[in-house]
């Protein structure tokens, strides 16, 4: 049987994502403490001592065709500094979510992030042939959610006591999520603006999604 979204390496000038390994986690037990993201109370990221349990996550959800994690790689030191993964395959109606993603705090704003979107966005809808490409994130996040707009995705909606919050400083509440898309035919006009933001010098992005 045909797996929709394998395994993939995707390189561009900033980054290389590449699919998620064990070995990865040195790195990214280093990186998630720049920043002590593990404290953001609006989203999930783990903490050092729970990064080998999150890749085990990861690998397991890719394992049943549900996930594709990527290690989010700077060229320049050939460390991973963050993660990414599709997730939410559906490969019946071609369509997947890009998420799950954090990057190490010195990395945030610049290039790296818009690059990471534009090289998954490429292949989702040119080599996967998508219908459309999703993003969700927490409606208080709204670093995330400006990233998100600056990339031309739409917003579909707001799922309201979507879920239940885990985290210390907000256990219990509950989630609103928003839900934004970028459909198969907004992809050529998406793909001239990302690379219009790449290729000309800028200010440094807000935190990514």
């Known amino acids: 049987m045909r797996v929709f979204c394998p395994p993939v390496t995707l390189t561009g000038a900033h980054v290389r994502l590449e699919p998620l390994r064990a070995q990865h986690r040195d790195d990214l037990a280093e990186a998630v403490r720049d ?57 019946t109606h071609r369509r997947v979510e890009i998420g799950s993603t954090w990057y190490r ?36 996040n709204h670093a995330s959610r ?16 979507h879920q239940i919050n885990h985290h210390p400083l907000g256990a219990g509440a509950l989630r609103d999520t928003c839900v934004y898309s970028i459909i198969a035919s907004e992809w050529p006009n998406v793909r001239t603006h990302l690379d219009f933001q790449l290729s000309r010098p800028r200010p440094k992005d807000p935190r990514s999604c």
Request: proline fraction near 5%.
């Open 146 to 161: 400006r990233a998100i707009e600056r990339l031309g995705a739409k917003l579909d909606g707001v799922l309201r006591s």
């Open 105 to 140: 705090q010195s990395v945030q704003r610049g290039p790296l992030n818009t690059e990471a979107k534009r090289l998954l966005l490429a292949h989702a809808f040119e080599q996967l042939n998508c219908i459309a490409v999703e993003f969700r994130t927490h409606f208080f």
């Open 35 to 91: 920043g002590e993201l593990w404290k953001l109370w609006y989203t999930a990221i783990p903490d050092p001592e729970g990064m080998a349990a999150e890749i085990e996550r990861r690998l397991q959800l890719q394992a049943q065709g549900s996930m594709c994690p990527f290690a989010v790689v700077d060229p320049a030191t050939g460390r991973a500094v963050g993660m990414s993964t599709y997730m939410n395959i559906d490969a």
